[in-house]
C-alpha cells in the first residue's frame, strides 16, 4: 500500500521542485486541516495538484502512478474505492493515517493537511460512474443478460468468474465505457482479466485470464473456469499478446436497444 513514512523533510526532496510551491502554496492557505467529516481543502484547486506529487513520491510503489494499484502485490485500485458503500472521505483520511490492521498497509504520521491533500488527488481520479438516463426495458435486460452474460460474468453470488463482476458496474463505468467494453473488448482489458495462452508437454494451448503469478509460477483460471497452475520451468510457450476471452457483440448479435435493456438491467443492481 502506501510505503513506509519517511521524515518529511526527505519527502520534500523527492518532490519535483516545479511543483514543491503548489504544495507550500497550499499549507499556506490552510496551515492547520485537521481530520474532520468534510475535506477542508475541497474548494482549493491547488490541493489535488500538490497531492498527486506526494501520492507519486509516496503511494505509486503500490498503488502505481495511476493510483489503479498493482496487482501483483494485491493492492487496490484506488480510483474505484469511492463506489464502495458508506465510503467518505473522513475515513480515506483515517486509513491513511492509521494504516489497516491485518494488510501491508501501514500507518503515516503525514502531517494532517498533507493527508487532505492526498485525500482531494484520489477524489480527483475517482471514476464518474454513469451518471446519465437508462431508457432500456429492465425486465428484458435480465432475460438476456442471463443468455449472454451470466456465464462469465458474476451479479453478487451467482454467475462466472472469467469477467468482472457487475453487481455494482454503473457505479464505476460510464455508459460509453460499457458500450465500448461490450462492442469492443479487447480495447481494454482489465487488471486481473489479462488474457494468456499456454502450452506444456502435457497441456497443450491451455487459454484462460492471469490470476498470480510470480518467478517460478504461474496461475489461471482456464476458460473453463478452472484454477490451474504451472510451473514456468514446464511451459514450452506462452503467448500474452492476444485478444480478450470475452467475444466481441457486434449488432448483429446484439442490437444497440438490446444493449440498452442490459445496461437499465445492471444499473438496477447497483
Known amino acids: 500500500m502506501l510505503t513506509e513514512s519517511i521524515p518529511y523533510q526527505g519527502r520534500i526532496s523527492l518532490l519535483q521542485p516545479a511543483l514543491f510551491f503548489a504544495v507550500f502554496a497550499v499549507f499556506l492557505i490552510v496551515p492547520t486541516a485537521s481530520a474532520q467529516q468534510t475535506n477542508p481543502l475541497a474548494s482549493n484547486s491547488r490541493a489535488a495538484l500538490a497531492g498527486g506529487v506526494i501520492f507519486r513520491a509516496q503511494c505509486a510503489t503500490c498503488h502505481g502512478a495511476d493510483a489503479k494499484g498493482i496487482s501483483s502485490i494485491d493492492a487496490p485500485d484506488l480510483t474505484m474505492m469511492w463506489t464502495q458503500p458508506g465510503m467518505t472521505e473522513n475515513r480515506v483520511f483515517t486509513r491513511i493515517q492509521e494504516g489497516i490492521p491485518g494488510s501491508i498497509m501501514p500507518a503515516h504520521d503525514f502531517p494532517d493537511t498533507e493527508i487532505w491533500m492526498l485525500v482531494s488527488y484520489l477524489r480527483s481520479v475517482a471514476v464518474s460512474g454513469s451518471t446519465g438516463e437508462f431508457t432500456g426495458d429492465s425486465e428484458n435486460g435480465a432475460r438476456l443478460f442471463t443468455t449472454h452474460c451470466i456465464e462469465c460474468?458474476?451479479?453478487?453470488?451467482?454467475?462466472?468468474?472469467?469477467?468482472?463482476?457487475?453487481?455494482?458496474?454503473?457505479?464505476?463505468?460510464?455508459?460509453?465505457?460499457?458500450?465500448?467494453?461490450?462492442?469492443?473488448?479487447?480495447?481494454?482489458?482489465?487488471?486481473?482479466?489479462?488474457?494468456?495462452?499456454?502450452?506444456?508437454?502435457?497441456?497443450?494451448?491451455?487459454?484462460?485470464?492471469?490470476?498470480?503469478?510470480?518467478?517460478?509460477?504461474?496461475?489461471?483460471?482456464?476458460?473453463?473456469?478452472?484454477?490451474?497452475?504451472?510451473?514456468?520451468?514446464?511451459?514450452?510457450?506462452?503467448?500474452?499478446?492476444?485478444?480478450?476471452?470475452?467475444?466481441?457483440?457486434?449488432?448483429?448479435?446484439?442490437?444497440?436497444?438490446?444493449?440498452?435493456?442490459?445496461?437499465?438491467?445492471?444499473?438496477?443492481?447497483?
Not at 484454477?227 to 442490437?255: C, H, N, Y
Open 153 to 270: 460474468h458474476r451479479l453478487g453470488n451467482s454467475g462466472g468468474s472469467l469477467g468482472p463482476n457487475l453487481q455494482r458496474i454503473t457505479q464505476r463505468r460510464s455508459q460509453a465505457a460499457l458500450r465500448s467494453s461490450v462492442r469492443e473488448p479487447s480495447s481494454s482489458i482489465g487488471r486481473g482479466y489479462k488474457p494468456i495462452i499456454l502450452s506444456t508437454a502435457n497441456a497443450p494451448n491451455v487459454s484462460g485470464i492471469i490470476k498470480g503469478e510470480d518467478a517460478f509460477s504461474i496461475q489461471i483460471l482456464d476458460s473453463s473456469q478452472r484454477l490451474r497452475g504451472f510451473a514456468k520451468s514446464e511451459l514450452l510457450s506462452s503467448d500474452r499478446d492476444i485478444d480478450s476471452l470475452m467475444p466481441a457483440f457486434l449488432e448483429g448479435q446484439l442490437s444497440e436497444s438490446q444493449l440498452d435493456d442490459i445496461l437499465s438491467f445492471l444499473n438496477q443492481q447497483r
